[in-house]
C-alpha cells in the first residue's frame, strides 16, 4: 500500500489530493486547496503554501509525489510564479526524500482518458468512474490533483515503481 500526494500548482489556487493506492484498489483519502490572497506579494503567497504544505506532510505519511508540470507560455508572469509556487512543493518534497514524477496536462488527459485531447470534462466523468464516485468532485479543479495523483498509481503496477 502506498499514499500517493498529487498536485496542481498554481500561486493563488493550488490543489492537493491524497489517494490509497493499493495492488487493485484506489481509494481518494482527502482532497482540498491552498488559497492565498490574488493581490498578495508572491513572497507572501509561497510562505503560506509552503507552511501549509509541511502541514500537510506532517498530516499524512506520502509515500510518493506527482506534480503537474508547466507547460503553457501565453502570460510569462504567471509562469515564473507558479514555476517558483513548484519549486516550493519540490524542495518539500525533496527534504522528506519522497519521490516526485512529473506529468503535463496532455500526459493526464492520455493516461486517464487514453486521449490528449480530451476535455476537462471527460476526464472529471473518467474519475467518477475510475475511483466509483457518486458525482465529480467538487470544485471542478479537484479532479487535476486527483487525476495527477491516479498516474502515479498506475505506474506503480505496471512499472513496479
Known amino acids: ?60 505519511k506520502v509515500d510518493c509525489c506527482a506534480i503537474e508540470k508547466l507547460f503553457f507560455t501565453k502570460n510569462l508572469k504567471t509562469w515564473i510564479d507558479v514555476a517558483h509556487a513548484r519549486g516550493i512543493m519540490i ?12 506529468y503535463t496536462p496532455l500526459q493526464v488527459k492520455q493516461w486517464i482518458c487514453w486521449n490528449w485531447a480530451a476535455t476537462k470534462k471527460q476526464v472529471q466523468n473518467a474519475l467518477v468512474f475510475l475511483f466509483k464516485l457518486k458525482e465529480i468532485p467538487k470544485p471542478d479543479d479537484a479532479a487535476d490533483a486527483i487525476a495527477i495523483a491516479y498516474i502515479w498509481s498506475l505506474r506503480k503496477i505496471w512499472l513496479s515503481c
Open 91 to 102: 524542495l518539500a518534497m525533496a527534504k522528506r526524500w519522497i519521490p516526485i514524477l512529473e
Open 1 to 60: 500500500m502506498s499514499i500517493i500526494l498529487g498536485i496542481d500548482p498554481w500561486t493563488t489556487t493550488t490543489w492537493f489530493a491524497i489517494i490509497k493506492n493499493e495492488w487493485n484498489k484506489r481509494e481518494i483519502l482527502n482532497y482540498w486547496v491552498i488559497e492565498t490572497v490574488p493581490k498578495e506579494e508572491l513572497g507572501i503567497k509561497l510562505h503560506q503554501i509552503s507552511q501549509d504544505l509541511e502541514e500537510l506532510l506532517s498530516s499524512y
